[in-house]
């Protein structure tokens, strides 16, 4: 079955800088990869996604990127704020539209 | 905005007893998942439904995990008896196949 990782586990960075955080997946069959925010106690958001038709999707300062090739897609967050610190989960749809997490990335943004 | 209505927000039950949460799913939405998260992992999946129909339930517990969706339209979801690595967030979410994908605010168990 399919299976995602997710790395790294925690990224701490300063206020206006860049954080980039990884998935890898190992079903091609897969098709769509949302990306999550979660805040302690809350439920989570969806905060972009990609499908596989697509290689780069882009939401003001949210970025997600895509190989296919590679098998493997990437949340970009530029211009970081404090209200971004959070667990972010990406995920992987092999079909019948259930997904599949990874581990989850806490991030602390420092002001 | 629509929303996922789930119940309780949390539960405290002892282990070997019954417990059971109950999910509404946005109006519409034929696709129900029951997922719980673990603290500090990411939620999985234990059951989904395409209206009344269980689709996949691979990964549910099934010697005390039970759950229904009767009518195609609100769900629940029963353990008995409760364990204590039972201990979660218990989501529920619906969608239009991946589109529309909403979870709702969960219910916390803690089983004592």
């Known amino acids: 079955g399919e299976n995602v990782e997710q790395h790294p586990s925690t990224l701490s960075v300063q206020e206006g800088d860049s954080a980039v955080i990884k998935c890898t997946y190992s079903?091609?069959?897969?098709?769509?990869f949302p990306w999550y925010k979660q805040e302690l106690g809350k439920r989570p958001q969806l905060i972009i996604d990609?499908?596989?038709?697509?290689g780069e999707k882009k939401d003001q300062r949210i970025a997600v990127t895509l190989n296919k090739t590679a098998k493997h897609f990437s949340l970009h967050i530029t211009e970081t704020q404090p209200e971004d610190s959070a667990v972010y989960f990406c995920a992987a749809s092999p079909y019948t539209d259930k997904l599949i997490f990874g581990t989850g990335t806490r991030l602390q943004v420092f002001p | 905005e629509a929303e996922v209505a789930q119940s309780p927000r949390y539960k405290i039950t002892e282990k070997s007893q019954a417990v059971a949460f109950w999910c509404d799913p946005i109006s519409g939405h034929a696709t129900l998942y029951w997922y719980r998260q673990i603290l500090g992992q990411g939620p999985e999946l234990l059951v989904q439904f395409q209206d009344e129909s269980v689709v996949d339930d691979s990964q549910l517990p099934k010697d005390r995990f039970s759950a229904e969706r009767l009518k195609g339209v609100d769900s629940t979801l029963k353990i008995q008896p409760a364990e204590l690595g039972d201990s979660a967030m218990y989501l529920c979410a619906s969608s239009l196949g991946t589109d529309g994908y909403t979870f709702g605010s969960g219910t916390r168990l803690t089983v004592v």
């Open positions: 079903d091609s069959a897969s098709n769509y």
């Open positions: 990609i499908r596989s038709n697509v």
